[in-house]
């Protein structure tokens, strides 16, 4: 599972940066004037932010870019992030930013002394940079703590977070179903996954292999003859507007071990990615969804697995697409192909 992604603007106040018992993050260029909060962690500091800004160490810091001071005197801070950031900062400043913040969040809450520059770049950056996939491991790290940002407007501010939230949550969750390993991640269990989806508002149908049969999607079914995982071929519809939908077809091949036309053995585990296109087409539409986009959008991604069985096809083998075409298998590894054939 993804790490909760808690942000929140709040109103900036010059004395919350005194109280704050996490970090601490300010900002600050080498030939602009001071921000208002720079100057008061300066004047905290007694002239330690000052002094950082005048060594080398930071003046070889490119934009976004940062270096951190621990335990600052006349703070409650654990921590104090200095990163270097033009007075006018482009967005890619930003998003360089934030990847700094992300890097280095931990436990404690951070706090963002953003006042008037623009968070949705920042906080997204910081949101993405900090994911790490945690579900299958022994000893899994606790949560990073919450993003707190500081700015002049901070109603403005909440809607740039909120997206940059809705934008890192549907990341989060592509990379958790690519990281995911196939004996956990089966088209079973990622079936189910997507029919919980329906609580957002989208509409989920999901075939199963009598439906598929119904159908004529035998190039499809063709791969998955080797598995004891049934395929399966899944809808997503979000319809925010009217008119003809939005098509995204995702490719989900669980695993694929490339059948009787068998991979080598080295590099194999990383076939649980071979589904990435339906990793893709999920958080796609998941994010869709927690937007309340005006838009109508249909999401269709097939589930198989590529597996060698006595069941197997075969190469050589001759398969009726739902179009009608016929397909001889000369490689079975070429099972990509024949998926999107069918969902197509």
């Given at each position: 599972m993804t790490r909760s992604l808690l942000t929140e603007a709040q109103?900036?106040?010059?004395?919350?940066?005194?109280t704050h018992d996490g970090r601490v993050v300010i900002f600050a260029d080498a030939d602009s004037p001071l921000p208002r909060a720079t100057k008061r962690?300066?004047?905290?500091?007694?002239?330690?932010?000052?002094?950082?800004?005048?060594?080398?160490?930071?003046?070889?810091?490119?934009?976004g870019a940062g270096l951190q001071l621990g335990w600052p005197s006349g703070m409650a801070a654990e921590a104090l992030h200095i990163i270097r950031l033009p007075r006018k900062p482009a967005a890619a400043d930003l998003r360089k930013a934030g990847l700094s913040i992300g890097k280095s969040q931990g436990r404690a809450a951070t706090l963002i002394c953003a006042d008037t520059l623009p968070v949705g770049e920042m906080v997204q950056a910081a949101l993405l940079r900090a994911y790490q996939y945690e579900a299958q491991k022994s000893d899994p790290k606790p949560d990073?703590?919450?993003?707190?940002?500081?700015?002049?407007?901070?109603?403005?501010a909440t809607r740039a977070l909120d997206l940059a939230?809705?934008?890192?949550?549907?990341?989060?969750?592509t990379r958790d179903l690519v990281n995911a390993p196939a004996n956990i991640l089966t088209t079973t269990s990622f079936a189910k996954q997507i029919e919980g989806m329906a609580a957002l508002g989208l509409k989920i149908e999901i075939?199963?292999?009598?439906?598929?049969?119904?159908?004529?999607?035998?190039?499809?079914?063709?791969?998955?003859?080797?598995?004891?995982?049934?395929?399966?071929?899944?809808?997503?519809?979000?319809?925010?507007?009217q008119g003809a939908p939005v098509a995204v077809v995702g490719k989900g091949v669980m695993f694929d071990t490339g059948g009787v036309s068998l991979k080598p053995a080295a590099g194999m585990e990383d076939m649980t990615m071979d589904m990435g296109g339906?990793?893709?087409?999920?958080?796609?539409?998941?994010?869709?969804?927690?937007?309340?986009?005006a838009a109508h959008v249909v999401g269709l991604v097939g589930l198989v697995e590529n597996m060698p069985d006595g069941r197997a096809q075969r190469p050589g083998d001759v398969v009726r697409s739902m179009k009608g075409d016929m397909i001889e298998?000369?490689?079975?590894?070429?099972?990509?192909?024949?998926?999107l054939a069918d969902v197509l």
């Open positions: 109103p900036f106040s010059l004395d919350t940066i005194t962690v300066d004047k905290l500091t007694r002239g330690a932010v000052t002094r950082a800004l005048e060594s080398e160490a930071f003046t070889k810091l490119k934009p990073y703590g919450p993003i707190h940002v500081m700015v002049a407007d901070s109603d403005a939230t809705i934008m890192a949550r549907a990341v989060h969750l075939l199963d292999e009598a439906a598929l049969e119904q159908l004529g999607m035998r190039a499809m079914l063709a791969v998955g003859y080797g598995s004891e995982c049934p395929t399966k071929l899944a809808i997503l519809r979000w319809e925010g507007a339906a990793a893709v087409t999920v958080g796609l539409m998941q994010a869709l969804a927690e937007r309340k986009a298998v000369i490689n079975t590894d070429a099972e990509g192909r024949l998926v």
